[in-house]
């Protein structure tokens, strides 16, 4: 029983962090219909981004945690520079297959530029204790604060994110241009700095991301966002991409599948469950989980 609440809880905590870098690749999906698959090394800029402000957080007095400011500060920056420099000249000339490629060439650019700044370079960097050690005991089993935080804080960012598109004025204007931006413009609607907006958030979120990535494996490194980002976007689609409940949902049935395999399968198959998963769900549903199959209009 212990070992079942053990592999549960960590599960919740995989989960919890594949949602929070899914639904990055949500909202950027849900408003340009755009797979940005430079999102998980928005992740890798979030790490490292701590990694040299941790000490000045520590020199004013506050904890390693706040850190977390400065990240989110220059992951929305580098977010917005990507969609005005990169992804905004394709969507005016280019087709959705010069986005996708667009897409993979910046996720490249990231991760080679980082490798040749010589204070980061391609060998990982440990990174300092985030959150406070201890815990409590729960069945026998036990619940360290650090993965209680990892839970929490995830569930905190999904709820208000979600009230944030349904009841602010920005949130509506990002789910009217996601339905329509034609109609959008009409109604007076700033298409283009809504989509800039929605890059900086959903880019602010991958800091978070990469703060609770942190807490749990205390090592930051240039490649960091390659599998993590590839496993979050898996998670969107199940749950059913454009969709933020569908971004929760399937970041936490991947990290449950995986935590299970580990535990009662093998380690090496944990990663092929997961893809196999995925592959059954979008022969069974297409649009994923909680997505809705729309006719195509022709």
Not at 107 to 135: C, D, H, K, Y
Request: hydrophobic share 55%; glycine share 10%.
């Amino acid at each position: 029983m212990s070992t079942f609440i053990q592999t549960l809880i960590v599960g919740l905590r995989l989960g919890s962090i594949y949602a929070l870098v899914a639904l990055g690749y949500t909202m950027v999906y849900g408003i340009i219909r755009l797979i940005n698959f430079a999102h998980g090394d928005f992740i890798m800029v979030g790490g490292y981004t701590m990694i040299f402000t941790i000490p000045l957080a520590l020199a004013m007095g506050l904890p390693a945690w706040t850190s977390v400011v400065f990240a989110i500060l220059c992951c929305a920056l580098v977010g917005m520079t990507t969609e005005l420099v990169a992804y905004r000249p394709i969507r005016k000339k280019g087709t959705s297959m010069t986005a996708l490629i667009t897409a993979i060439a910046v996720s490249m650019l990231l991760e080679n530029l980082a490798q040749a700044i010589p204070a980061i370079g391609p060998n990982p960097v440990v990174a300092s204790q985030i959150f406070s050690t201890g815990g409590f005991s729960i069945a026998g089993v036990t619940m360290e604060w650090t993965t209680v935080s990892t839970i929490v804080i995830s569930a905190v960012v999904m709820v208000v994110l979600y009230q944030f598109t349904q009841k602010t004025k920005l949130g509506r204007a990002m789910r009217c241009v996601s339905e329509d931006k034609e109609a959008s413009i009409l109604m007076g609607i700033n298409v283009n700095r809504t989509i800039v907006l929605t890059f900086a958030i959903g880019s602010g979120l991958s800091a978070v991301a990469a703060l609770m990535y942190m807490a749990q494996y205390p090592k930051v490194y240039t490649t960091m966002g390659m599998m993590l980002g590839l496993k979050a976007f898996v998670a969107a689609v199940l749950g059913g991409i454009g969709i933020i409940p569908g971004a929760m949902l399937g970041g936490l049935i991947i990290g449950l599948v995986e935590s299970f395999t580990t535990s009662y399968v093998s380690s090496s198959m944990a990663d092929t469950f997961v893809f196999l998963i995925l592959i059954i769900v979008l022969i069974i549903k297409p649009a994923g989980i909680l997505g809705k199959n729309v006719g195509e209009k022709v």
